[in-house]
């Protein structure tokens, strides 16, 4: 099956820790993308990625990191300086940039 | 930057009737892209517009770019439960970013 995978579902951690979403898809896709829904809002982009080894920020990086070394892996690491982490992640590919996106499943993070 | 507008926030319709949600940006757009994501789930996409004046259709969606390419609308007639969800613009500048409107959030009436 084609898709993109994000693991695990849910995700607890205490205050402090840093935590890494994993990212996978096999759609062969260049482009992609993390992003942060809270409760009842939209989509704010983290970061992005239109080819292997290379990242750019989005609107709200700050407290994230990324890494490409792969096409097909997209792993965030959500560091203990991001200060309100408790949230729902969202990652999704596209063939190339501008094109139609597919997203995961998501993972619902919560920090205690 | 780009600031985009999604109106209205939330929609509570009856069963049967037509509403329309509104995507407005304050530049001009390169395409736009219409989401749509169930309670607990992910955005699903519904529908790319590229030209100017361009309208789609997809059974009960009818999408609309406007002659500007600055704003887009999204009507669905005889709404029915199924139509639950929140509705995402995805307006494309200028730049690889792909990032979305606030949403409209569809509630439907029995």
């Known amino acids: 099956d084609g898709g993109i995978t994000q693991s695990p579902k849910y995700l607890f951690r205490k205050e402090g820790q840093n935590v890494t979403l994993s990212c996978e898809q096999n759609?062969?896709?260049?482009?992609m993308y993390w992003y942060r829904q809270d409760p009842g809002q939209g989509l704010r982009l983290i970061y992005y990625?239109?080819?292997?080894?290379?990242?750019q920020k989005g609107d709200i990086a700050e407290g994230y990191s990324v890494s490409r070394e792969k096409k097909e892996s997209f792993p965030l690491t959500v560091t203990s300086a991001q200060k309100n982490p408790t949230a729902f992640y969202l990652c999704?590919?596209?063939?190339?940039?501008?094109?139609?996106?597919?997203f995961g499943q998501g993972t619902r993070l919560t920090v205690v | 930057g780009q600031q985009v507008m999604q109106i209205p926030q939330y929609q509570h319709v009856q069963e049967g009737e037509d509403f329309t949600t509104y995507c407005n940006s304050s530049?001009?757009?390169?395409?736009i892209q219409w989401y749509k994501q169930r309670p607990g789930g992910h955005p699903v996409f519904l529908i790319q517009?590229?030209?100017?004046?361009e309208v789609k259709k997809q059974k009960r969606l009818t999408f609309q770019f406007g002659e500007a390419k600055k704003n887009s609308s999204l009507h669905i007639t005889a709404t029915q439960t199924t139509d639950v969800g929140t509705y995402f613009c995805?307006?494309?500048?200028?730049?690889?970013?792909?990032?979305f409107g606030g949403g409209t959030r569809v509630l439907v009436k029995p």
């Open positions: 517009l590229v030209k100017s004046g």
């Open positions: 990625s239109q080819i292997v080894n290379d990242f």
């Open positions: 530049t001009t757009l390169s395409n």
């Open positions: 999704a590919s596209s063939t190339r940039p501008n094109t139609e996106a597919f």
């Open positions: 995805a307006p494309q500048a200028a730049g690889n970013k792909l990032t």
């Open positions: 759609l062969n896709h260049d482009a």
